[in-house]
């Protein structure tokens, strides 16, 4: 339980710097080029490393000592930032800001299935649950915190200043995973080779051809990725900054509030689903559906839209913790440990597959039709309730 502990901590900073990077990062570009389309764009073609990442760090999770491979992964990520910090000044602002956002999301593909296949060899029964509860929690916290203090930072600061400060919290979680004792981790004799890696995934692919379930759970997040996170994800932003005319501080509140509502989801997670479980995540696919619909509606009144986007964008994200946490506890159920880190890995990549469209077309969207942004939310929520409803026919949730 201690090591746990030190993982969760490891998370807490690690994750701050992360979210507040992934924060500041697009929105000052954003604010440079006041471009939603591009916006949208950018954030799509940075998720392209995450998935890479994911399949390459779920291969490596099951062959290397975890913990120095977080560690590892924190150094590099804090040369990243200390490399950007420096070369801001002198580097067109679009590459830069395109290399970083794919770099981080490159290693923070590497490093989430790391550590969910950590937990397993923690923790088990209901303290597995707890446990994913514990890790979606210091997801939202740092997300809570990240664009809070982040958009403060990034005003006072500047975004070199901000790069380094988050540098420094890589390497003070680096400097805490090398402290870490993982039990029954991977001997120091386990070979690893790039023909290995690739041996890794092929097999991992092979286990998932006949694993009906773990397909069916890939599909539904699938629809989530493609349909309703993105509209949110996109879609805030591009309501706060350009349509309410809101500050950075502004966004940063939105983004804070949402986040606790993560947190909430996270914790409802963690003790309804212990006491009562569900075997379904359709209904909590269709909240989310309803919530998207409902913040179309809202925004047709302009007394509402800045509290609609606070209420109902925070209703969205404790949904959406809650089937996170559902998700990846079905996962660790139905796979074995000897391939939970790639299989973890390969299937969440199936499922995010989807983001990257999703968020350019929700940025096309809101470029195209930024005199009605009500219309975009009002639609994303009745098209994936319409898809997830044919889905359900199919039994695939």
Not at 9 to 30: D, E, K, T
Not at 223 to 245: D, I, K, R
Not at 258 to 266: E, P, T
Request: glycine share 10%; charged share 10%.
């Amino acid at each position: 339980m201690n090591t746990f502990i030190f993982i969760v901590l490891g998370q807490i900073v690690s994750l701050f710097g992360n979210a507040a990077l992934r924060f500041a990062l697009p929105l000052y570009l954003l604010r440079q080029t006041g471009s939603a389309a591009l916006y949208g764009g950018i954030t799509a073609l940075a998720m392209l490393p995450a998935l890479a990442g994911m399949l390459t760090g779920g291969a490596l999770a099951d062959r290397c000592r975890k913990a120095r491979l977080m560690a590892l992964l924190d150094l590099v990520t804090a040369g990243i930032a200390a490399a950007a910090a420096a070369g801001l000044p002198h580097l067109p602002l679009l590459p830069l800001v395109l290399t970083v956002l794919g770099s981080l999301y490159a290693i923070q593909g590497l490093y989430q299935p790391v550590v969910r296949a950590c937990l397993p060899l923690l923790l088990n029964g209901t303290q597995l649950l707890r446990g994913n509860a514990v890790i979606q929690l210091v997801d939202t916290v740092d997300e809570l915190l990240g664009p809070l203090l982040g958009a403060v930072l990034l005003e006072r600061l500047g975004i070199r200043g901000l790069l380094v400060l988050c540098g420094c919290c890589f390497a003070l979680s680096a400097g805490m995973e090398l402290c870490l004792r993982i039990p029954q981790d991977v001997p120091y004799d386990t070979k690893l080779s790039v023909r290995s890696l690739w041996a890794d995934l092929r097999e991992s692919a092979q286990f998932l051809t006949g694993q009906a379930a773990v397909l069916r759970l890939a599909a539904a997040m699938a629809a989530v990725n493609l349909l309703e996170v993105p509209a949110l994800t996109v879609g805030v932003p591009v309501l706060v900054v350009q349509t309410l005319q809101k500050s950075d501080a502004s966004l940063g509140l939105v983004q804070a509030v949402l986040s606790a509502g993560g947190i909430l989801g996270g914790v409802l997670a963690g003790t309804v689903f212990v006491r009562h479980p569900i075997r379904s995540g359709t209904p909590l696919l269709l909240a989310l559906s309803g919530v998207c619909a409902a913040l179309g509606l809202a925004l047709r009144v302009s007394v509402l839209q800045f509290g609609s986007i606070l209420v109902l964008g925070a209703v969205f994200m404790a949904v959406a913790a809650l089937f996170n946490v559902w998700f990846f506890a079905q996962l660790q159920v139905l796979v074995p440990q000897a391939q939970l880190g790639k299989t973890t890995a390969c299937c969440t990549v199936l499922a995010c597959l989807t983001q990257p469209i999703g968020q350019a077309a929700y940025g096309i969207a809101f470029q195209h039709w930024a005199a009605h942004p009500a219309d975009v939310l009002l639609a994303a929520g009745v098209l994936s309730a319409l898809v997830l409803w044919l889905l359900q026919t199919r039994r695939t949730v």
